[in-house]
């Protein structure tokens, strides 16, 4: 086996079993490299030690979307992990796609109702998969009389639903697309907050005052330059004034209108957003471990 796999492969075991990374090694090297037989292997040898799951950092995992055609109900979900080795196995994503399942066959309306109904299954898999997991956030669309459209990148590590007013599969499809790439923030400048856009001009009333080429202006020629600069500020990051992915000749808003469609709402999940990754540092410990 290549070394560096099998470096991965300790990091993997020494997660599950909070044993020494030398231990892992022997485990790892006496078991064909084979993760359970080498954890089993471990315990056996009183190597394992109790894993604090509680306390671990849950920032990897899989955004993904669940469709179904018969009752018309699309649910798009965030499960977390621990690690990149397990979010890329195909038993964790059975697991998020089963808790996908459990929410719409059941009506689910919070996380916290989800949780509860899926405590098993997550035992489950902490057992089979000896990690901690966390189902951070869904939500579940109903189909109307429009179209929704979805959109997985870089195999969940973003997920996208957009909903339109009326049946244009296609385009739902692109502005998902579109949405996955430039991740805006709002739909249209309607839906700004006010608060949000209050603070955003007094940031900009801060800076004009250290900008020698504002120094002097009136104060109703210095509010429409600050109101043009908050406008352009929020347009990197409304819906409707960013240039449309396929066509950046023309603004989303623009091809909206168009099209005579309204995009009702927009759902964008990218795994580990906001949360504080654990950063170990792994090289430090092999040393540690080879200078004893």
């Known amino acids: ?76 979900i965030e499960i977390n992990c621990e690690t990149d080795f397990v979010a890329k196995g195909e038993a964790f994503h059975e697991l998020v796609d089963q808790v996908a399942g ?25 057992v089979k998969m000896g990690e901690k997991f966390d189902l951070r956030r869904f939500e579940v669309i109903e ?18 639903v957009t909903v339109l007013d009326k049946e244009n599969d296609e385009l739902a499809k692109q502005l998902s697309m579109h949405i996955a790439a430039n991740n805006p923030s709002y739909l249209s400048e309607a839906d700004i907050p006010a608060d949000v856009l209050e603070h955003e001009k007094n940031v900009q009333r801060e800076a004009a005052k250290n900008d020698p080429k504002l120094a002097g202006k009136p104060e109703q020629v210095l509010d429409k330059i600050l109101d043009g600069k908050v406008k352009k500020t929020f347009a990197e990051v409304t819906l409707e004034d960013q240039a449309f992915l396929i066509d950046p000749d023309k603004t989303v808003g623009q091809l909206l209108k168009e099209k005579n469609v309204k995009v009702l709402k927009f759902i964008r999940y990218q795994v580990g957003e906001g949360i504080e990754k654990r950063k170990d540092d792994f090289a430090s410990e092999v040393m540690n471990e080879v200078n004893k």
Request: proline residues 0%; charged residues 30%.
């Open 1 to 76: 086996m290549a070394e560096g796999n099998l470096i991965e492969l300790i990091k993997v075991l020494r997660d599950r079993t909070g044993a020494g990374l030398m231990d892992c090694k022997g485990a790892l090297l006496a078991n064909d490299c084979d993760l359970d037989r080498a954890g089993d292997w471990l315990r056996e040898k009183g190597l394992a030690k109790a894993a604090k799951k509680a306390s671990r950092i849950a920032a990897e995992g899989l955004a993904h979307i669940k469709v179904c055609e018969k009752c018309g109900k699309t649910v798009i």
């Open 102 to 126: 459990l929410i719409m066959k059941n009506d689910i309306k919070t996380v916290e109702e989800a949780k509860a109904a899926s405590e098993s299954l997550f035992a489950d898999a902490t």
């Open 143 to 160: 189909k109307g009389e429009g179209s929704i459209g979805t959109y997985i990148h870089m195999g969940g590590k973003i997920a996208v």
